[in-house]
Every structure is written in C-alpha cells, then in structure tokens.
C-alpha cells in the first residue's frame, strides 16, 4: 500500500513547463488549419487537453470573430462527394 510519503515524492519532482506566448500562437494556427488536433498537441507536448484548449479560446483569430470550426472525418467528406457525384449522374 502506498505511504503518504511516497506521493510527497512524486510531487516535487514535477516540473512546471511554461510555453511562450509565440509557441501557443503557433500550435492554435496549426489547429486552426487542420494540420494538428487538440489531442495530438497535448500528447507530444505532455500538456492537458484543458490547456490546449485556453489557448485556443486565447489565441484563435476564428474563435474571437465567432466562426465556429467543422471538423469532418475525410472518410466522411469523400463519402459526400461520391454521393453528389452520383446525384449529379441521375
């Protein structure tokens, strides 16, 4: 079982990071362009989705003007293209 000692440990090894405000600038575009997710950011960078996502509401241009952002799976999209192709054809 585990001693209250052992999480005191744990706890002052922990390191806090902080990101500059150009970095976070940089991850929101590349969000913003689909070249990332929020997921795959907070994963390389060990920072939690929360965070990731005060930089969005921080730093994005799109969420500031109000524009709301699509996210479709591509499987989806070509699934939409296909069936208007067909559409087209009838």
Do not use: C, H
Request: charged residues 40%; hydrophobic residues 30%.
């Amino acid at each position: 079982m585990a001693k209250p000692q052992d999480f005191s440990k744990e706890v002052s090894q922990r390191v806090n990071r902080y990101f500059s405000d150009s970095f976070k600038r940089k991850k929101v575009r590349e969000i913003e362009r689909n070249l990332t997710t929020v997921s795959e950011v907070s994963k390389e960078y060990e920072v939690s989705t929360t965070a990731v996502y005060k930089w969005l509401d921080k730093y994005s241009r799109d969420r500031k003007r109000g524009v709301k952002q699509v996210v479709e799976l591509m499987s989806d999209t070509r699934k939409i293209q296909d069936l208007k192709a067909k559409i087209r054809e009838l």
